[in-house]
């Protein structure tokens, strides 16, 4: 079923996770969908060693009869993200749903330590999670307010 053929979305942190699994059912909706992650196959794996690259996530969105586009960039980068949404917007013309769903920091190794026990590092990498969302949104409601009409959501922060 195609009921969203025509709709233009990005997923934030789609690689991998809840992500990926929001992009796939964008692409079994019909939706052409931008899979924007760090991970790619050519670049640097992640420190946590989990499978899941941009490119993986866009072939199967294609497979499921959407458009799988990958997309990489470090969406907690300001420069990154602007330039994500200038190449949405002169591609496509538009942004109808933009799905937050990165995550940077491997907290599972330090899940059950006292929040006085983390490393400083962990700190660091959440709150460039925290940027990735806001820089994303705030991308995505400058074309959605010229165009009146868009959705953003905020689903997981992992």
Do not use: C
Request: aromatic share 6%; charged share 20%.
């Amino acid at each position: 079923m195609n009921r969203l053929q025509g709709k233009i979305a990005i997923v934030a942190g789609a690689s991998r996770g809840a992500g990926r699994g929001i992009a796939l059912a964008l692409g079994d909706a019909g939706a052409t969908v931008y899979v924007a992650a760090r991970t790619s196959r050519g670049g640097p794996k992640p420190t946590d060693g989990a499978p899941g690259t941009v490119e993986d996530t866009a072939e199967e969105v294609t497979a499921r009869g959407g458009l799988g586009i990958p997309a990489v960039a470090d969406l907690g980068d300001e420069e990154q993200a602007g330039a994500l949404f200038r190449r949405v917007e002169e591609e496509q013309g538009r942004l109808d749903l933009l799905v937050n769903s990165a995550w940077g920091p491997n907290a599972m190794a330090e899940w059950s330590r006292k929040f006085w026990d983390l490393s400083p590092g962990l700190w660091r990498e959440t709150v460039a999670t925290i940027n990735a969302g806001w820089f994303a949104s705030v991308h995505a409601a400058r074309i959605m307010a010229t165009q009146r009409h868009g959705l953003i959501v905020h689903v997981t922060d992992n």
